[in-house]
C-alpha cells in the first residue's frame, strides 16, 4: 500500500524542547517537502529537498530543521528556536520538483506546546 | 512569488445545491494550477490540475475547474453538492519564476448542510 506516512499524529512539546516529526514515503518520489498550516492562512513551505543530502529554505524555515539521509525520509525538527510552534504540519513528495508534477500529501501532524 | 486570493472564506449551501469556490492569482505568466481538498484532521487530496489544453478540466468527486487567462482565475464548481463534500478547499499555483514551488490560497471551508 504506497503512500506518505506521518507520525506521530499529535505531539506536544515543552517550553525549551526540541521536537521531531516524522515524514515517510514508498512512492519512489525524489522531491519532499514541509508545510506549516496555520487557521485562515493556508500552507506555508518550510523547508523542501529535491534529492537525497540537499534540501533548501521554504519561506519560513527560521526555527527549524531537517535532513534528507534517505529518499524515503524527510524529519523535521521544531527546535526551542521557533517561539510559536502550534499548527498542523503536513508533508508532501512528488516524483521530482518540476513544472508539471503533482504535490501528494500525508495525512498531518498536530503540534501543540503544554 | 504568486499571490493566490480565495475571494471567499466560508461557503455554506444545502445539499443538492450547485457551489462555486473562486480562485484568483497574481501573475499572468505561464501558470499551472490546483485545487486540493482538506477533510477535518487530514492532508490534502488533489481533486484537480490544470497544466496545459482545455481551459476545463474535470476532476474526481463531479468536480470541474475553469481556467481563464484573461482574468487569471481559476474558479472550482459542482452542479450538485453531498452532505459529505463538507471541507477545506484549497487553490494552489506554480510558475517557473518560483521554481515550481507551490503557492496556496487561504482556503474555502465548505459546509453542506441537509
Known amino acids: 500500500d504506497g503512500g506518505i506516512t506521518q507520525s506521530p499524529k499529535y505531539l506536544f512539546r515543552k517550553e525549551g524542547q526540541n521536537v521531531t516529526l516524522s515524514c515517510e514515503q514508498n512512492l519512489n518520489h525524489d522531491a519532499m517537502y514541509w508545510y506549516r498550516q496555520d487557521p485562515g492562512q493556508g500552507l506555508r513551505l518550510i523547508y523542501y529537498s529535491q534529492i537525497v543530502n540537499d534540501f533548501q529554505k521554504g519561506d519560513i524555515a527560521e526555527g527549524y530543521s531537517v535532513s534528507r539521509e534517505k529518499k524515503e525520509s524527510f524529519p523535521l525538527t521544531v527546535t526551542s528556536a521557533q517561539k510559536n510552534p502550534t499548527a498542523f504540519y503536513l508533508c508532501?513528495?512528488?516524483?521530482?520538483?518540476?513544472?508539471?508534477?503533482?504535490?501528494?500529501f500525508g495525512p498531518g501532524t498536530r503540534l501543540l506546546v503544554l | 512569488a504568486q499571490s493566490v486570493t480565495q475571494l471567499d472564506s466560508q461557503v455554506p449551501v444545502f445539499e443538492e445545491a450547485p457551489v462555486e469556490l473562486r480562485c484568483n492569482y497574481s501573475?499572468?505568466?505561464?501558470?499551472?494550477l490546483f485545487w486540493y481538498v482538506q477533510y477535518p484532521n487530514q492532508g490534502l487530496q488533489l481533486l484537480l490540475k490544470y497544466l496545459s489544453g482545455s481551459t476545463l478540466v474535470k476532476g474526481i468527486n463531479g468536480f470541474e475547474a475553469e481556467f481563464n487567462k484573461s482574468q487569471t482565475s481559476f474558479h472550482l464548481r459542482k452542479p450538485s453538492v453531498h452532505i459529505s463534500d463538507t471541507a477545506e478547499y484549497f487553490c494552489?499555483?506554480?510558475?517557473?519564476?518560483?521554481?515550481?514551488?507551490?503557492?496556496f490560497g487561504a482556503g474555502t471551508t465548505v459546509t453542506v448542510r441537509a
Open positions: 494552489a499555483v506554480s510558475d517557473r519564476f518560483n521554481d515550481y514551488k507551490l503557492s
Open positions: 501573475s499572468s505568466v505561464s501558470v499551472y
Open positions: 508532501a513528495s512528488s516524483v521530482t520538483q518540476g513544472r508539471q508534477e503533482t504535490q501528494y
